[in-house]
């Protein structure tokens, strides 16, 4: 209990509060820019916590998810220009809600769906995270090991239309985080001399490589060649308020959507997309007005944003308790956990639990702050979808560069970036899947480290593996349920 009460202590200090509220206002902006989402806003966000304190840095990143997950609404309901693939569920009855004169209440009606989608994950990963910890414990390297692969092939054919691209693209990120030094060995791998790789490829100049420059140049190219007319909803003087007394009557889809967005959230590589279009069916199905659905019904959007928020929190139930990142925010979390010597996974309630239950604590914090901060700026936000393009991407751009020049310490880390760039660039040409490139990348040292230790404990005798039932298990199922999901897949397409 001193514990406890000892991070939230700390949760509830200048420094964290402050840095909180900074990441939950980055998330809103940017993700209310077209073209731009969380996760890119989180990637350009790493660089600036280099500096602080564990918790003030994962608080961070924590408001910029919880930020840009309502932010994503902004341009999907006043643009009809989703920023996310989940945000084009929104979409459907958001604009239409928009264009009928009601822009606010579409808005509000999202804010409050999202962060109460949030804040019932977050409770849920309060609750079992301990727990399930605790039984992640009795898993040993040859345990592990299975179910790193089985996670990370579960990603790959549920990333992107190609079960091969996935695989590839995890593949690389795994072999790319061999560069640095051997763990066994201490010797200089894949260094070509630069002292600068000794420590391995910077998480941040690699995400803000594929992640957001490649994307910001698209974006500007488009721009140049197509100038699109935007179809802007302008806010009104506050006669359209959603009372949230009146939004207390949509409690059923949120707790739908909070529920969906929880149980795929909780499963690494089913992602926000699948929640938000699950619910929406869901409320569709189950709606005494079907029809209405899809001309402005604010049940759609409570059912789509309470999902999509859902998965955040959700996400981090596997991040904690194995140390898997289930998609790409939880993924850039690991990174930031790795960069201030802290190692995601079942030990990290033992050897780090006041960080744990800070973060906990900062969680709930930013999930208060975005509805704060989301109700008292709707207007204002509401006005970033009209600054021109051309202005904010080479902001953005300037931002990424900068960022990481100042946290890396010179040239070098900029020079990397803009390789990876290029990589990402080819990558989005190719619809080779970037998430799950990162997602291997930070998986890499782990699927590394547990693979010896099991060859070790094996002695090196493959038919060891029937010691281990639950890991044999675990590696039979890997190529079938490969098989089964990338079988529906395509029968989802071709339907």
């Given at each position: ?53 564990p918790l003030a840095a994962i608080g ?357 970036m803009l390789g990876f760039a290029a ?25 590394e480290l547990s693979i010896r230790q ?42």
């Open positions: 209990m001193d514990v406890i009460i000892a991070a939230f202590l700390d949760a509830l200090s200048l420094t964290t509060f402050l840095s909180v509220i900074a990441g939950v206002l980055i998330g809103i902006v940017i993700g209310a820019i077209p073209g731009l989402n969380a996760p890119m806003a989180m990637a350009v966000a790493i660089p600036l916590t280099f500096t602080m304190a961070m990143l924590v408001g910029v998810m919880k930020g840009g997950g309502f932010g994503g609404a902004i341009g999907a309901i006043l643009l009809n220009t989703p920023g996310e693939p989940h945000s084009a569920a929104t979409t459907l009855d958001g604009h239409p809600m928009a264009r009928a004169g009601k822009p606010r209440r579409a808005l509000q009606t999202a804010l409050y769906s999202s962060v109460a989608g949030d804040t019932c994950s977050d409770l849920v990963l309060i609750l079992l995270a301990p727990t399930l910890a605790i039984y992640a414990l009795k898993a040993g390297p040859v345990e592990l090991s299975a179910i790193l692969i089985i996670s990370l092939t579960l990603i790959a054919s549920l990333s992107g239309r190609s079960l091969a691209k996935g695989i590839f693209a995890a593949a690389l990120g795994a072999f790319l985080a061999t560069v640095g030094i051997d763990p066994e060995t201490a010797s200089p791998r894949f260094t070509f001399g630069y002292i600068e790789l000794f420590d391995g490829l910077p998480l941040a100049a690699v995400a803000i490589g594929v992640l957001a420059v490649p994307e910001i140049i698209e974006r500007l190219r488009e721009g140049r060649t197509h100038r699109p007319t935007r179809d802007v909803v302008t806010m009104s003087d506050g006669a359209d308020r959603m009372p949230f007394r009146e939004w207390l009557s949509l409690k059923v889809p949120v707790l739908r959507g909070a529920g969906i967005g929880t149980t795929i959230g909780a499963m690494p590589g089913l992602g926000t997309t699948l929640a938000a279009f699950l619910s929406y069916s869901a409320t569709k199905r189950f709606s005494k007005e079907p029809e209405k659905l899809g001309t402005g019904a604010p049940e759609g959007i409570a059912a789509t944003e309470s999902a999509n928020s859902a998965v955040s929190g959700a996400n981090l139930i596997p991040l904690l308790t194995l140390g898997i990142p289930g998609n790409l925010t939880a993924a850039l979390l690991v990174g930031a956990f790795l960069i201030h010597g802290v190692t995601p996974g079942p030990l990290i309630f033992e050897r780090d639990a006041q960080l744990v239950y800070g973060l906990f604590a900062a969680m709930i914090m930013a999930n208060v702050l975005v509805l704060v901060l989301g109700s008292l700026g709707l207007r204002l936000f509401a006005l970033i979808v009209k600054v021109p393009p051309y202005l904010i991407y080479p902001i953005v751009l300037l931002l990424c560069v900068v960022g990481i020049y100042v946290s890396q310490g010179g040239f070098f880390a900029v020079w990397l990589l990402g660039w080819f990558m989005l040409k190719l619809e080779i899947s970037v998430v799950c490139f990162i997602i291997g990348l930070v998986l890499g040292p782990m699927i099991s060859v070790i404990l094996l002695s090196r005798n493959p038919m060891a593996i029937f010691d281990h039932p639950f890991a044999m298990v675990l590696v039979a199922l890997t190529p079938a349920v490969a098989w089964v999901l990338v079988r529906d897949r395509q029968r989802l397409s071709d339907g």
